[in-house]
Structures are given as C-alpha cells and as structure tokens.
C-alpha cells in the first residue's frame, strides 16, 4: 500500500508540486522535501515573491543558492536570530549576484553582525528598485550610506538600529539624495542630537524614529519659528 501511495505521489506534474510547495510558509518544512521533488521545489522558489530565512541556521553557501533560484522574489529577509542566519560579506556577495536582486523592493540584514560595508555596498549596487531596507544591528559606516544614496532613489524607509559606526555626513547624504525616503530608524546611533534637527530642516516631513521628548521639542520649537 505504501509503495501504491508512494507511486501515486510521484505520478503528479512537477508544476503541480510546485503549487504546492508555494503554499508552504515555513522554510524549514519546505527544505525537508523528498529529494525526487527537488525540480518541484526549485520551481516553487521561481515563483515566490518573499523569502526569510530569520530564525532557520544558513550559511552563506545554502542561502546564495535557494536565493539564485528565486527568479520572481521581491522581500528578502536574512536576519540574524540566535540559532538562525548568520550569513558573512562572502555569502552577500554571492546572493548580489542573483538575477532577483534587482527587482527587491525590500531587504533585511538586521543582526548580521557578520556584514560590513564591503558586503552591503556589493549588494546595494543591483538593487534599483528598493523601496525598504533594514541593515540595523551591522557594522556598516558611511560608506554604505552612500552607497545606498546613490543606488537606491526609490528608499521609502530605512533602519539603522545600532549602527554606531554611521556618522552625520552619511545621515544628511541620503536625506539629500533619497528623494522619496519617509522615515528612518536611528535608535542606538552615536549621532548628536542637533544632527536629527538637520534631517527634518532638509526634510520636514521624514519619520525619525523612536522620536524622543526632546527631538518633539525641538521639531515643535522649529516650526513655530
């Protein structure tokens, strides 16, 4: 009987397997397939438009390749839990190469402690049409900063949670440069409060977030001059 099921199973078209494995949510139930699925699974990656691999253990090698398979993928989640990804510059550098990256409209490296400006500038430099990135909790600098300013003229929002590294000159660049950004996350920054009032003296508008007592004092002090 279990030979009758088994055969029935592997009588199915490999398109519509790949509908199936599209439907599944968790990566970790999606990697553990039969390996005769594999065409099916591959196909199912070509059609996903969000992956995360935040929470499931992924080295560089395994996340650049599920990531080169996934042709139409449009949010791209590789942050670092405890257990989880802890992909390195080497594995960026890889995944940037991936026919995908161009279209993302959304990328989160949050926690990757393992990420500097030489990983995050290789793959900021193919993603045109980003609208949403977080690369808080890296090591970047001002160099990344730049980096995005240039590439990215589509940035709605932007998190720099922790990273102490970045300066003001990076903050007012891609304020400047950003056209379109609407708020940005700078908890844990070593960066002056006078810089924030900058920001919204170039920008009126842009979320600064979390917004303290103090920066709603100097916002409303601003304006009512």
């Known amino acids: 009987m279990a030979g009758a099921d088994e055969a029935a199973i592997d009588c199915l078209p490999v398109d519509l397997l790949a509908h199936i494995f599209c439907l599944i949510t968790c990566f970790k139930d999606l990697a553990q397939v039969c390996t005769k699925w594999r065409q099916g699974v591959e196909q199912s990656l070509a059609r996903r438009e969000s992956l995360s691999f935040s929470g499931w253990k992924m080295d560089d090698e395994s996340t650049a390749r599920l990531v080169n398979l996934s042709y ?73 900063l730049f980096a995005i300013a240039e590439s990215c003229p589509n940035l709605k929002s932007l998190v720099l949670w922790g990273c102490r590294q970045v300066s003001e000159i990076g903050l007012v660049d891609i304020v400047n440069k950003c056209q379109k950004l609407e708020s940005i996350n700078v908890w844990g920054m070593r960066v002056p409060l006078d810089c924030f009032l900058g920001l919204l003296t170039i920008r009126p508008s842009l979320r600064i977030k979390p917004e303290g007592v103090l920066l709603s004092d100097y916002k409303s002090r601003t304006f009512i001059r």
């Open 72 to 144: 139409g993928l449009k949010e791209l989640d590789i942050s670092r839990s405890r257990w989880g990804c802890q992909i390195t510059d080497r594995g960026i550098e890889h995944l940037s190469k991936a026919k995908c990256i161009s279209n993302l409209s959304s990328i989160s490296l949050w926690g990757s402690t393992a990420i500097t400006d030489n990983g995050v500038i290789q793959l900021i430099s193919r993603t045109n049409s980003l609208r949403h990135l977080n690369i808080g909790g890296t090591f970047i600098t001002d160099a990344s």
